[in-house]
Each structure stands twice: as C-alpha cells, then as structure tokens.
C-alpha cells in the first residue's frame, strides 16, 4: 500500500540558513499534519491543512509557513534556522480520523 | 490542556514474557485514542484506534483496551521483533491534532 512520502530524508543547514520539507500524502487523503520530535521527545503539532486550507495549529515559530498544494501535497518553509530546529520532522495524512505518518526528514541545523 | 502520561518508561521483557502498557489520559471530549509503535529514527507506524470505553482491539500479539481514563497495550508473548518504543496519542472532540505521551520503551530480550 502507498504510503507518506517525504523529502528529503535528510537535511544539513547553517544557522540563519532557510529550509523546506516537502510532503506527499496518502492519495485520496484530504488532510495533512505536521509535527516535530525533538531528541528523545514525543512529536508535538505543528499545523495542518484539510482540503488546502489551514484547519489546526500548533506549537509553530512565526518563522515557520506551511500550504498545501492543489495536487495535496504539502511544504514546510523554515526561515532563519536555529540550532534547536534540529529535529525529526514527520508528516501525516488522514481522510478520516486516523493519521499515518511518514519516515520524516532529519534537520540538522550547525 | 489534553495530558497524556504513559507508564513504564522503559520496559525490559525476556522472549515470551506477557505484560502491559499504560496510557492515562485526560482530554475535554474524547474523539480517538490511538497507538502508534516507532523505531529509531522511523516514522510512528499506526497500530490502533480506540473510540469509547470498553473497546478492545488486537493485532498479532497485540491487544489494546480502552477505559474513560487509561488505555492498555498488552503484549502477549513478545518476541525481540515486538521491541520498539509505543506511543500513545488522544485526539479531542474539538480539533483533529494529535497529543502525544513520553512513551514506552520496549526491550524483547530473546
């Protein structure tokens, strides 16, 4: 079965530097989430969109933005990176109440 | 605020040993409680859904159970593949985010 796809996998910044997850959900899921786990913590929400429109937020920095595309597809921007961005970022897709998450992108921010 | 405390922190099991998880939970209007196990490194990997008190699910040598206040994992005759960390997460009435616990660690010593 098709899964939470994200890239990349793995991402290496500098300070101040900006980054951008990319996300592509289920098909057929309307609803995409967003949260970040930092070491040895539980994810923590950061926003998500149902039906490319902003639904829920979270914990989310002003200097992070986040949209959702026509095709559902979903991109979080990052701006002016901080050492303690670095985190897992995973996102999820739902058509219904259950999420299922994707293998997430590893920022490292130096 | 949703709270969501699991108990142990970490568990050591032999191969075979049986026991049991803990989720306590307080949210304003229950929507779902779910259980998701994660690897290092790995997205959470959807396990259960849990609606209203009294509801039990299983999965191979998983079961889930479902009070107004806690929910159970129990794992019947572990094996070293079952070990992971488990989450548990609660969704509120009111909104679709996930709130997560610390989790439980697993360890299936063969």
């Known amino acids: 079965a098709a899964g939470v796809i994200q890239s990349p996998r793995h991402l290496i910044k500098e300070k101040r530097e900006t980054a951008t997850l990319k996300c592509y959900p289920i098909?057929?899921?309307?609803?995409v989430y967003w949260y970040q786990q930092g070491p040895g913590q539980d994810p923590q929400f950061l926003i998500s969109?149902?039906?490319?429109?902003?639904?829920d937020k979270g914990s989310i920095p002003d200097r992070f933005s986040a949209q959702q595309f026509s095709d559902y597809h979903s991109e979080l921007n990052m701006s002016s990176l901080e050492l303690g961005d670095s985190a897992l970022y995973f996102c999820?897709?739902?058509?219904?109440?259950?999420?299922?998450f994707g293998p997430g992108t590893r920022l490292t921010v130096l | 605020e949703d709270q969501v405390t699991q108990s142990p922190e970490a568990l050591r099991l032999q191969e075979g040993e049986s026991s049991s998880l803990n989720c306590s939970y307080t949210?304003?209007?229950?929507?779902?409680l779910f259980w998701y196990r994660q690897d290092p490194g790995k997205g959470p990997e959807f396990l259960f859904t849990?609606?209203?008190a009294g509801e039990e699910k299983e999965k191979e040598r998983l079961k889930a159970t479902l009070t107004k206040k806690e929910s159970f994992l129990h794992i019947t005759a572990p094996k070293p593949e079952d070990s992971a960390t488990y989450l548990c997460?609660?969704?509120?009435?009111?909104?679709?985010?996930?709130?997560f616990g610390a989790g439980t660690t697993v360890t299936v010593r063969a």
């Open positions: 997460a609660v969704q509120a009435s009111r909104d679709y985010k996930l709130s």
């Open positions: 849990l609606y209203s």
């Open positions: 999820a897709s739902s058509s219904g109440v259950t999420q299922y």
């Open positions: 949210v304003s209007g229950l929507r779902g």
């Open positions: 969109f149902y039906e490319k429109m902003q639904s």
């Open positions: 098909p057929r899921h309307d609803t």
